[in-house]
């Protein structure tokens, strides 16, 4: 799987420092439920896209948010830990756990409703293609990417982001 990755122990491990890309499912997804557990280091970032549209060069998707809250400098607004990464902050705020410590996430999609749990608690819902959300892409990074907010079939993918990240329970349930 390339020298950033690991599996150890029954552990998925996204090695510190070493660069090998993300890892992305062969399958694509489209109305899915994901359940994962992760621990970072202190300062770590990392986080699992969705939604990658077949043939996507750079990898451009959805992505659920993995941060250590307290010590990222980035943490504000639409960076937080369960966020939809640079488009919308969680609405509620479920208690992040110390780096070190588990945390278990969840990303729930079924038709064009969208939601982010953490730790047992929806922390953020969105209805994919809505004023809301494409108004939020216009203010993003995202804004010059066609269909970005709309609902796509795509490849579901753990993040390289260089931290050390580790991955237990990887679950998806895949609606048809």
Known sequence: ?????????GLLTKVETARSG????????????????????????????????EGSEKSIGHEY????????????RKGLTASFYDVLPPSARAKVKKPGEWNHSRIYVR????????????????????????????????KDVKGFGTKVRGHILLTDHKDHCEFKNIRIREYK
């Not at 799987?1 to 122990?9: C, T, Y």
């Not at 062969?26 to 992760?38: E, H, I, K, P, R």
């Not at 948010?65 to 504000?76: P, R, W, Y």
């Open 111 to 142: 038709g064009n409703k969208v939601e982010h749990w953490l730790n047992g608690k929806k922390v953020l819902a969105y209805t994919l293609g809505s004023e809301q959300v494409l108004k939020a892409v216009q203010d993003s990074k995202f």
């Open 22 to 53: 993300g890892l992305m499912t062969v399958d694509t997804f489209g109305d899915f439920d994901l359940n994962w557990g992760w621990r970072i280091r202190e300062g770590g970032n990392n986080g699992i896209k969705y939604f990658i549209k």
């Open 65 to 76: 948010q993995m941060f250590d809250d307290a010590a990222h400098g980035d943490s504000k």
């Open 1 to 9: 799987i390339g020298p950033a990755w690991e599996v150890k122990g």
